[in-house]
């Protein structure tokens, strides 16, 4: 009787390497010796080869990502914040990602991360994971958008365009952007006397950004907190020329707020951007979390010149301009804005006086932070956000790593030179500029009811006649 042919696992960069052996003309029964497998495995290999293509693209792009801002000593929540990232490119790529497939990525970060040397990754441990991690099919879908979607919004905008209705100058886009404003990178002596999470979160704000297509005009920043924490935080007036401000019970955007920002804000500034010119002229404002049907996708205002363009929730993520790069730029701004705050003045600040100086931050520092930020967003940036919309993609320009890698370097230079937080790593502060990221800003419910009544108050009636019945089924095709 012969042997039993001991099991092995493959690693995706094996199978590769089989793939490309096979490529080269190389026999079944040569691979087969060469890894200890049988024919049969490596057949099945062979048939299997676009899916481990993908995988295996999906993993270097994984790996890359983290592994250029490596360094000794990287925590546990880097380990499982890379295996989530993987994992999710996996399932936009339609992989399917098994418990085995999971299991052995984990051991590779694992060894990468150098986190556990016992690490098994066993059944038990994957399973936990993926509840910790809340993995569920309706979270990965959202993840995905609608290129179809997309397709249609963007064909549909370029026609505009193309047909002379709208020059860029009078196209915006404005979208809400969570901010926990008083957040700080991790292995800091501030991070570890923060008592928990739920306090960060008490200095969670909501801010409102809203630009043009050109990237030369942009217009004020609204800041959105709670009654509750910044009972006397309320200004509508524009004397400041980069911040608004509303309170609100809860620190997310409403439908009165949208309403009195579009009135209040947008109008009165595109006029009189526009009456320099002596002229009125067309405008167009894009808003997402959307979902009119593609024949009621504009809607005329109550203004003759200014309508309101939505594209649908599931189609943000491939097109909405202040998703790409604005409101990250923005936040590393800021961020980098907050460490200016805490630098000492002289070299005999203790670290009590920094925690002190901490605590003592309140919404108008906020304020000052955001105005700060907020003015060093540039015109190129601002511009090239729209690439994705209106060019094809041979056209497009690409985020320049350096960019994120310089205002890394930056907040790294002003950390060590605040007491208790020259331990701070890359790693760590690029987990801090995308913290906002880990904390929840308006459910689908609310945004859904916010576009309902913004609609309802900002619309002329009369030109787009929409009955009772068309806005619920605006809510009803507005869900993810």
């Known amino acids: 009787m012969a042997p039993t042919r001991k099991r092995l696992r493959l690693t995706v960069e094996k199978k590769y390497e089989i793939l490309q052996m096979i490529d080269k003309g190389e026999s079944h029964r040569s691979i087969a010796k060469k890894y200890g497998i049988g024919r049969a495995t490596a057949s099945t290999i062979r048939s299997r080869r676009e899916e481990i293509i993908k995988l295996f693209e999906t993993n270097s792009a994984a790996t890359s990502r983290y592994t250029t801002v490596l360094e000794v000593g990287c925590s546990v929540a880097n380990f499982h914040r890379a295996l989530h990232q993987w994992y999710t490119q996996c399932t936009k790529k339609n992989i399917n990602v098994t418990n085995a497939m999971l299991k052995d990525k984990a051991r590779e970060l694992n060894a990468q991360f150098r986190t556990n040397h016992s690490f098994k990754g066993s059944l038990r441990w994957v399973t936990r994971f993926k509840e910790r991690s809340n993995f569920r099919k309706e979270d990965i879908s959202k993840d995905l958008g609608n290129q179809y979607e997309a397709d249609i919004f963007k064909a549909e905008i370029r026609k505009l365009l193309q047909d002379g209705e709208y020059t860029l100058d009078n ?114 404002l894009l808003l997402h979390n959307g979902g009119l049907d593609r024949e009621n996708r504009i809607i005329s205002t109550k203004d003759e010149f200014v309508k309101i363009m939505y594209y649908s929730y599931e189609a943000a993520p491939f097109i909405q301009p202040m998703d790409r790069r604005i409101i990250a730029c923005f936040k590393r701004m800021y961020r980098n804005e907050l460490l200016e705050s805490l630098m000492p003045t002289s070299n005999s600040v203790s670290e009590e006086e920094l925690i002190h100086i901490y605590s003592q931050l309140n919404i108008d520092d906020c304020c000052r932070m955001v105005h700060n930020a907020w003015s060093k967003i540039k015109s190129p940036i601002l511009k090239n956000a729209w690439d994705k919309l209106l060019k094809d993609e041979s056209e497009q320009s690409s985020e320049d790593p350096e960019i994120i890698k310089k205002d890394i370097d930056e907040a790294l230079t002003k950390l060590n030179k605040i007491p208790g937080c020259g331990g701070c790593d890359s790693i760590a502060v690029m987990n801090w500029f995308e913290t906002d990221k880990e904390h929840n800003t308006d459910t689908q419910d609310d945004i859904q009811e916010t576009l309902l009544d913004f609609i309802n108050a900002a619309m002329d009636t009369e030109a787009n006649k929409l009955t009772d019945e068309n806005f619920r089924d605006i809510l009803d095709d507005s869900s993810p």
């Not at 928990?196 to 950004?209: I, Y």
């Not at 526009?274 to 067309?282: A, I, L, T």
Request: proline letters at 4%; hydrophobic letters at 35%.
């Open 171 to 284: 196209v915006y886009n404005a979208d809400c952007a969570a901010l926990m404003w008083k957040a700080v990178p991790e292995k800091t002596l501030l991070f570890e006397k923060s008592q928990s999470r739920r306090r960060m979160g008490e200095g969670q704000v909501t801010t409102f950004l809203c630009a043009n297509a050109t990237g030369c005009h942009k217009l004020p920043v609204l800041i959105i907190a709670t009654i509750e924490h910044f009972p006397s935080f309320n200004s509508f007036h524009t004397s400041d020329p980069s911040i608004m401000n509303k309170t609100n019970t809860k620190p997310f955007m409403d439908s009165n707020i949208l309403n009195e920002w579009f009135n209040k804000c947008f109008l009165k500034l595109v006029t009189e951007r526009q009456q320099k010119n002596e002229h009125r002229e067309k405008t167009l």
